[in-house]
């Protein structure tokens, strides 16, 4: 496991704009894929968007699907997510989470929580109307 610590969180007006980051401890950030997750008061954690170890692959809930983006920064050990569009229904606390690339073995495998053992603290977003 990696330590993971996210950025970026903050309250904002529906409609406006946040980037999240994550940096990394692992010297083998780089092999890793990495995953945002959220949860939102009273809510199950779910599944944001996700990315393959170099970049090529990039994963989305269908409420992320349009809005978010997500990227990443090997030489510096950080993966973001940029959010536009945001609205009051993506409040929520968002993890950043990360394993070996090799523990993915389907697209499906990217979205489950169990798939990655090392997590973020989180950062909080809220969004207004």
């Known amino acids: 496991q990696v330590q993971l610590v996210e950025s970026g969180g903050g309250l904002v007006q529906a409609g406006a704009s946040l980037r999240l980051s994550c940096v990394s401890s692992?010297?083998?950030?780089?092999?890793?894929?990495m995953g945002w997750f959220r949860q939102a008061p009273g809510k199950e954690r779910e599944f944001v968007s996700a990315i393959s170890w170099r970049g090529g692959s990039t994963y989305y809930s269908d409420s992320a699907k349009g809005r978010f983006a997500i990227s990443r920064d090997n030489a510096k050990n950080t993966v973001y997510l940029q959010m536009n569009s945001l609205k009051p229904e993506d409040t929520a606390v968002y993890y950043c989470?990360?394993?070996?690339?090799?523990?993915?073995?389907?697209?499906?495998?990217?979205?489950?929580?169990?798939?990655?053992?090392?997590w973020g603290q989180g950062t909080q977003v809220i969004v207004t109307s």
């Open positions: 989470a990360g394993d070996l690339a090799g523990r993915f073995d389907s697209s499906e495998s990217h979205t489950f929580g169990r798939s990655y053992r090392s």
């Open positions: 692992s010297r083998t950030f780089s092999s890793y894929t």
